[in-house]
């Protein structure tokens, strides 16, 4: 159809296998160090070639031309593309392995690096008291399992050229470092000092009974009732990450070529444009997009991160 539709499919299945992880051993071994600590971002456990990884999805292109006239010109392309990653088998009997940190986990049946903490159960707002999972559960994805963008142009007079460029990730997790610190560890936050800035079920989810201390403890596990304190439980802090951003607006000009002439070139473009003008997400940072440590692949924590700022442009373009 003269160009006017196309779509092009990838489909991946890739295996792994003999992952380079961090062996967890027992004190007795003599490490005591198995993720970051202070002068020692990796860890005292030695590496090891253990377990089975796998990677699919679907990636899907399509572009089409609604209206093409000599005057006006439109034209639409559509990115998706897919992921499922999953570990299959780790190996060698090991139950789990920490890849970076202690809330993430290398566990068979789990995305690789997935976010894992004591769920909350129950919250009682007569009682205060907070009910958790006995063990640390699955909490989340850290890789987006759908990505999505959606551009458009649309030229009007063979001069003026308008663009829209929208963007999505769906189906992972952020944990918002920066909430967690600042209303646990620093007590700084107007969220915490605020009684009514959060609901009172809100406030339970993230910091536990209100009444704890030596004898009560912040939250009790559902099995045992054993206590647990706000470092244990962060499920109220590991936040969908799903976002819908507006990427990028602009409108360019092409000047009459009797204008470049007088600029001694053969073409010139002035285009005025907006990057990062909207965003749509459930996350309670500042933007799901940051990563506080840029190194890390794994443990995506929004910790005292600029989040992109938003931009307006002015630029000429001229060929000679």
């Keep these: 159809m003269k160009d006017l539709i196309g779509v092009e ?8 296998k003999d992952l380079l992880l961090q062996q967890p051993l027992p004190p007795s071994s003599g490490y005591t160090q198995g993720g970051p600590a202070a002068g020692n971002p990796i860890g ?16 899907i292109s399509a572009h089409a031309v609604p209206v093409n006239r000599p005057n006006v010109l439109w034209d ?17 009997g090991v139950d789990s392995i920490p890849p970076f940190g202690i809330l993430n986990r290398v566990q068979t049946g789990w995305q690789l690096g997935a ?8 919250v009682d707002t007569t ?16 890789l987006p399992a759908f990505e999505g963008n959606v551009s458009t142009n649309l030229t009007v007079m063979r001069n003026l050229r308008f663009y829209g460029l929208i ?7 952020v944990r918002n470092f920066t909430d967690f610190f600042r209303e646990t560890q620093l007590v700084r936050s107007n969220n ?36 647990l304190t706000v470092n244990d439980v962060q499920d109220a802090y590991i936040q969908d990450a799903t976002f819908i ?39 309670q940072g500042f933007d799901p997009e940051v990563v506080s440590n840029a190194l890390a692949l794994y443990n995506r924590d929004d910790f005292f991160t600029q989040p992109p700022v938003r931009r307006y442009v002015i630029r000429m373009n001229v060929t000679f």
């Design 9 to 16: 499919l990838t489909f991946f299945n890739k295996t792994s």
């Design 44 to 59: 005292g456990f030695p590496f090891i070639n253990v377990g089975k990884l796998v990677n699919r999805g679907l990636e």
């Design 76 to 92: 639409v392309r559509v990115g998706t593309n897919t992921l499922h990653n999953e570990v299959p088998d780790r190996g060698r």
């Design 115 to 122: 976010w894992r903490t004591h769920k909350i159960v129950s």
């Design 127 to 142: 009682t205060g008291v907070v009910v958790v999972t006995e063990h640390n559960v699955f909490a989340g994805n850290v």
């Design 167 to 173: 963007d999505t990730k769906r189906g992972h997790k």
């Design 192 to 227: 915490r000092l605020d009684t009514l800035q959060l609901s009172k079920v809100e406030r339970l989810r993230r910091y536990g009974n209100p009444n704890a201390g030596l004898s009560i403890p912040a939250f009790i596990t559902d099995s045992s009732a054993s206590g």
């Design 245 to 283: 951003r507006l990427r990028e607006l602009s409108v360019s000009y092409t000047l009459p070529q009797r204008w470049a002439r007088m600029l001694q070139a053969t073409t010139a473009t002035i285009t005025l444009a907006g990057q990062n003008l909207a965003l749509w997400t459930k996350f």
